[in-house]
Structures are given as C-alpha cells and as structure tokens.
C-alpha cells in the first residue's frame, strides 16, 4: 500500500477500533481534538445517546486528530467535530450537523431502520445499565454528595473498568472530598489504559486536578486575601488568590478575582488571568450553566 510504518500501525488501530466492530455494528465515528470547544460541548451528547442505544447496536469510537493526522486526513476532515456513521467500513451518513441529542437520536432510528445492524451483542445492554449508574452518580455529585458519588463511581469502574465517565467522575468526586491524592491516583490509572486516556471527559479531570492542586487551610486562603485587597494592583497576589479559592470551592471568588485583573491589565503575563478562567472553564465543562454564565461576563469584559 506504500505507507510507511507510522501511516501502517494507524490504519491497524483504526481497523481494530472502528472497522472491525462496523461489521455487525453502526459506529458514531467522532474526529476531535482536545483544543476544541464545539467538541466538548459535543462529547456528552454523543456519548449518552451512545449508551442509549447500546442494546441497538450502536457504539462510538473517537479519533484524536492530532494524534491520528494520517487516519484524518484519509477522511478529508477539514474541521472538526466532524461524525461519521459508519456500518461494514463504510461511512453511511455524515452526523456533523446532528449537533442536539433528538437531531441524533433521530437520525440513527432512520439508519437503524434500514441497516442489517446486529442488536444487543458485544455487551451493549450492560454498557446501557452502566450509562444510567454513572447519570446517577453524577445527580449525587451536583447535590453535593460526593462520598455517596464516589461509591457509586467506583462500583461502575469495578463493573466497565474502561468507562471514561465514571473515571472522571470518581476523580471529581475525590475532589469535592478535598482528597487529592486518592484522585491523581483514579486519574494515573486512567492514563495508563489507552482505552480511555484520550477521552475528553478524563481531559477535564486532569485540569480539574491541577487546578486543585493550589488548595490551602482557611488561614492561609485569608492571608492570600488580604494581600490581593491590599494591593489590587499586585496581580501575582491576585492570581494566588484566585487559584487558592477556586482549589477551596470559591468559584464565584475565584472568577470575580480573574475577572478584574483582565479588566485591569488583560496583558498581564501573557494573558495569564484569562488563560487561567479558560482553564477554570474548561475543568468545569463549557456547558455548565456556571460557565456559560461567566463566560458571557468575560466578554463584557474583553469587548465592553
């Protein structure tokens, strides 16, 4: 075929993770990259209706287009999220546009109703009961209780050990727990599984754990206080400020702080106060209402 050994080892993954399965199942093929927005907000979409329709035959596959360049360019994937339905290695419908859950949901009963796709089979119904175990969690975590989050969490990764969501999640809830550690120890595992180190929800773990690594005591987050209200001026006091009350679950502080140094001096350090509210942003999830909210005041701030 004349490709060299990387171009070679691609098209062996890519035969592996989304060919093979495509002979019996419909694969949700989805280019992305990890400096993508519009692919983020896509992911949890794509990935719950994946689960849904799990007992349909249904599963998504994902391709890092900066890791998988070769495998991109052979779809002439100019931007991305770009999403393929594939069905016996072949594209069979262009999902791009199908940007809402029903626009979805919609579109694969159309395919499904015409395509001799294989149900149930290769685990779907349980990756379906998985889904609804991790939905579950994550309504505990938003209610605040992350011990409780955190055991169900963990009893989803005992039953799909590959199940990016639900390592997220136990990272996250590890997080409101203010246990650090046990929670770079979830994301160290996730790394190491190929399965699901590209995902984008473990991604947003990761920054979630930096972010948090600048957690102090009460007395400490006051001294950092006072020295930002000293002199609003001093904008490593401020910034200190802003990381130890995001890490200590002040957001709105830490936003309220990021936001008037960019009012003050949005060139300080290489744009460093907005580059940390993206961040912020970003562990959070760009769907959040929080964010959306926040990011509509960061352009208030940026363009009057």
Do not use: H
Not at 168 to 179: C, H, N, S, V
């Amino acid at each position: 075929m004349g490709l060299n050994l990387d171009e070679q080892k691609a098209v062996d993954r890519f035969r592996k993770d989304v060919v093979e399965p495509s002979m019996s199942k419909l694969v949700i093929l989805d280019f992305w990259a990890e400096w993508c927005g519009p692919c983020k907000a896509l992911t949890p979409v794509l990935e719950k209706v994946a689960a849904e329709y799990a007992d349909k035959g249904v599963v998504l596959a994902k391709v890092n287009v900066d890791e998988e360049q070769f495998i991109a360019g052979q779809f002439q994937v100019r931007s991305i999220p770009t999403v393929y339905a594939m069905f016996q290695g072949q594209p069979v419908a262009d999902l791009t546009s199908a940007r809402s859950e029903s626009q979805l949901k919609q579109t694969l009963d159309q395919l499904l109703a015409q395509l001799p796709v294989e149900p149930g089979a290769a685990g779907g119904e349980p990756q379906q009961d998985v889904s609804q175990f991790v939905a579950m969690a994550d309504e505990v975590l938003a209610a605040g209780d992350a011990e409780r989050a955190a055991g169900i969490y963990a009893q989803v990764i005992d039953l799909a050990p590959d199940n990016a969501a639900a390592q997220a999640g136990l990272i996250r809830a590890f997080l409101a727990m203010g246990k650090v550690e046990e929670a770079k120890q979830v994301l160290d595992a996730a790394l190491a599984d190929p399965q699901v180190a590209g995902a984008p929800l473990i991604a947003q773990a990761k920054t979630a754990l930096e972010l948090a690594g600048t957690q102090v005591d009460d007395s400490e987050l006051q001294a950092l206080k006072a020295a930002a209200e000293a002199d609003p001026a001093d904008m490593e006091a401020g910034m200190a400020y802003a990381e130890a009350a995001y890490a200590s679950g002040q957001r709105d502080t830490a936003a309220d702080t990021l936001l008037a140094m960019i009012a003050a001096d949005r060139e300080w350090n290489d744009g460093a106060a907005r580059a940390k509210l993206v961040k912020i942003f970003e562990a959070i999830g760009l769907e959040d209402e929080w964010v959306v909210a926040t990011r509509r005041r960061l352009s208030r701030v940026l363009f009057g």
